[in-house]
């Protein structure tokens, strides 16, 4: 189960060579239920991922390189390309997504919890701009169609 919200944010004040930080490419093979394909780094994987935003199921499985190549060839080019920047906050992670290529100046900052009542509890820093959890545009399968229009960013 992944438990997550997520969260618009500039990075006005944001020292990101600091932070260690993930390359990553994934391409998707159906957006509902949702199943993508990811390159991070050198690591391959799999994921499906089912119904919600908050909540929802998702599986990942590894995958080799070959495997992956074969199939990013299959997502009809719906792929994005991003670096998730790891930052510490208090006992949480912030995995912060810079966007690249069609979807540059997007900046994604999501946060995993252990259950719901602690996501609903968590005050994000003064950074995070707007919470955008439960907009499904900002889903990474509905960004393959490009920006959302807003003037919050």
């Known amino acids: 189960m992944e438990i997550e919200r997520k969260f618009l944010v500039t990075l006005n004040d944001i020292d990101l060579a600091q932070y260690d930080f993930h390359r990553l490419e994934q391409g998707y093979l159906c957006g509902n239920p949702v199943v993508r394909v990811r390159r991070e780094n050198d690591d391959f994987y799999l994921t499906y991922k089912g119904k919600g935003l908050l909540c929802r199921e998702e599986y990942n499985l590894p995958l080799t390189k070959e495997g992956y190549e074969?199939?990013?060839?299959?997502?009809?080019?719906?792929?994005?390309?991003?670096?998730?920047?790891?930052?510490?906050?208090?006992?949480?992670?912030?995995?912060?997504?810079?966007?690249?290529?069609e979807l540059s100046g997007l900046v994604i900052a999501e946060v995993e919890f252990p259950s719901a009542e602690e996501a609903n509890a968590f005050v994000?820093?003064?950074?995070?701009?707007?919470?955008?959890?439960?907009?499904?545009?900002?889903?990474?399968?509905?960004?393959?169609?490009?920006?959302?229009?807003?003037d919050d960013v």
Do not use: M
């Open 70 to 101: 074969h199939l990013i060839k299959k997502s009809d080019n719906n792929i994005i390309t991003k670096c998730r920047y790891l930052i510490p906050y208090h006992s949480y992670t912030i995995e912060l997504d810079v966007f690249e290529n």
């Open 124 to 150: 994000p820093p003064d950074w995070f701009v707007k919470d955008v959890t439960d907009d499904a545009r900002y889903q990474n399968v509905n960004l393959i169609c490009g920006l959302p229009q807003t």
